[in-house]
């Protein structure tokens, strides 16, 4: 049902905890399914510098988010935002249908977490980001 490269990141996943003094944090969570995510990013001359997260879900939530934070730890910004739930699902070797939603809520939580980094800047999200991370509002629909 789920390939090594997932069991290999819900098992050792990488880049978990909370982070002190981070530059942003994005949390994102399906009421539906009860995952919660919570990604914290440390930001330097507009690169992700280091990343750690925090979810509550079942194991593939776990998977997506640790692959999600090895995907774009070092990238640039403009990099990460690139990055979407189909190149976590790839880099993983697939998900199960019923399981999809678990790669789209790891992209909205990186998207989140970039929003609430350039609301810190006073810079207005939502051109750049897209969702703001309100994600009951405008994502609540999953």
């Known amino acids: 049902m789920y390939s090594e490269k997932v069991m290999d990141h819900f098992t050792n ?4 905890g909370e982070m002190e003094n981070p530059s942003a944090v994005g949390t994102v969570g399906n009421p539906k399914c009860g995952d919660i995510m919570k990604i914290y990013l440390k930001i330097e001359n507009d690169v992700i510098v280091d990343i750690s ?5 079942c194991g593939a939530a776990v998977a997506t988010s640790s692959m999600a934070t090895e995907m774009i ?3 640039t910004i403009e990099e990460a935002l690139k990055v979407t739930n ?3 699902m790839e880099a993983l070797d697939g ?3 019923a399981k999809v939603h678990c790669s789209v809520l790891a992209e909205e939580a990186m998207k989140a977490a970039i929003a609430d980094y350039y609301k810190k800047q006073g810079i207005d ?6 969702c703001g991370g ?5 994502c609540g629909h999953h």
């Open 13 to 16: 996943p990488r880049n978990v």
């Open 53 to 57: 997260f925090k979810t509550f879900g």
């Open 73 to 75: 730890k070092g990238k």
């Open 86 to 88: 189909k190149d976590v």
């Open 95 to 97: 998900l199960p249908p």
């Open 125 to 130: 999200p939502g051109p750049i980001v897209g």
């Open 134 to 138: 309100d994600c009951e509002h405008c």
